[in-house]
């Protein structure tokens, strides 16, 4: 069965985020290029290899048996999403947290996954995307904070106002509003 067609091939290459359709054994049947960048191998694989051996999952190599055999597969959120997608669910997304092996070393990733079942050629196939969001979980991690003005560190010499340090790093605004303690602390001229 020939799962992309030619026109596609040139879509699919040109979305940034890794793509792979797979069914529901979890064989991938083809992925993008920008899913290549998850292999450990700079070799381009082949399809119809099974999800953890593809992205080269830590816990599929701790197994002789493979991918699928380990405790840790589980909790796997590529396989239960496959497995969700397959019961009738029109869309799923989750984050996920795995180990892959990149230049022999074990790398812990927070991945967006998100799928959509789709039928194709009377087969039922599962388009996932992996967004590799780690940079964004590991700013969040830790930021150094003024314990007096409450102003956040940038550099070592510059520190910037909470509001514009998350607006520039997470396009989020802040807007006024008083919690129910500062209201009866501050304005309750009842005491």
Known sequence: MKIISSPLVNIFNAF?????????NLEIKYFNDAAKELFENTETPKSNKLCGKLLSCAHERRSEAGCGSTPYCKDCVIRS???????????????????????????????LVSGKCIEL????????????????????????????????????????????????????????SICPTCLESEYDHNK
């Open 16 to 24: 940034p985020l890794p793509v792979f359709v797979a069914n529901k």
């Open 121 to 176: 050629e009377n087969t039922e196939l599962v388009i996932l995307t992996l967004e590799n969001i780690t940079e964004l979980i590991d700013i969040r991690k830790e930021i150094t904070i003024c314990m007096h003005c409450t102003k956040l560190r940038k550099t070592e010499k510059e520190w910037q106002d909470v509001e514009e340090y998350f607006y520039k790093n997470s396009n989020l605004c802040f807007t006024n």
């Open 81 to 111: 999403m496959v497995e969700t997608l397959s019961t009738g669910e029109k869309k799923f997304r989750k984050l996920s947290h795995m180990q892959l092996l990149k230049n022999g070393f074990i790398e812990d990733v927070t991945l």
